[in-house]
């Protein structure tokens, strides 16, 4: 069966910071209209504000959504957006044959030895949301978000476990780098993101060894919301 002209994709979409599967409600109709099979996933400890979070590990994140892609029909299109992008490296190192693309989304892959956040404290569980003017003194812009969405994403948003931002990810397996990427920026131009990898920044350094393609889809942090309907089909045109 046919969609639009190109064959239906299985799609794996896998939520950042204090978000569940349910962040990609619309994202996820409109992939579904199209034709294409869609899983959106919640991670271990977010799936609900009283879920225990203590002693999740980053290894059990990427094992959840390894799982997901190890259990589809075909090789999948895994998008991640955000912190999720050291998920995605982790679930390429273990399986890059089940991928067929890596989708970044505002996000981006992690080389070896790195971590989101490797100063947070050991003792420290989870990691609340922070107010609306930290998270854009973060760099994490709310364009796009009206009244009723950022009063969505505090209501439904959970605290993020810590463990998976302070773990440094190992990858062992050059094969992960065979696996085609696409990054879609909605914060930064693609042009200063692909200069930045250039210039070795930590967090895009790795792109330089992988086959990447750019999407610009200007926006905030979270086109899922701000533009669903051309997130949407900016995956879509991926396969």
Do not use: K
């Not at 065979?178 to 930590?202: K, L, N």
């Amino acid at each position: 069966m046919e969609s639009g002209g190109r064959t239906p994709a299985s799609f794996v979409l896998v939520p950042g910071f204090w978000l569940g599967g349910w962040a990609w409600e619309g994202v996820e109709r409109a992939l579904r209209e199209a034709g294409h099979g869609v899983e959106a996933l919640t991670l271990p400890g977010l799936e609900a504000a009283d879920a225990p979070r203590r002693g999740i590990r980053l290894a059990d994140h990427v094992a959840a959504v390894a799982g997901a892609v190890a259990g589809a029909e075909q090789p999948v299109v895994l998008v991640v957006h955000s912190g999720a992008g050291a998920v995605a490296s982790g679930v390429a190192d273990r399986l890059p044959e089940g991928l067929r693309r890596i989708v970044y989304v505002d996000s981006g892959p992690l080389a070896d030895g790195m971590a989101i956040n490797p100063d947070l404290g050991p003792d420290l569980d989870e990691i609340p949301l922070p107010s609306w003017t930290d998270l854009e003194a973060e760099g994490s812009s709310l364009e796009g978000l009206d009244e009723a969405l950022l009063a969505e994403f505090r209501r439904r948003a959970v605290p993020h476990p810590a463990g998976p931002a302070r773990d440094r990810i190992r990858l062992t397996n050059p094969e992960r780098r065979r696996v085609p990427v696409t990054m879609i920026t909605s914060t930064m131009r693609s042009t200063d993101v692909a200069r930045m990898a250039e210039e070795g920044h930590p967090f895009f350094a790795e792109l330089t060894h992988l086959q990447v393609d750019y999407v610009d889809l200007p926006t905030g942090h979270w086109p899922m919301w701000s533009r669903p309907a051309e997130l949407a089909a900016a995956l879509a045109a991926q396969v």
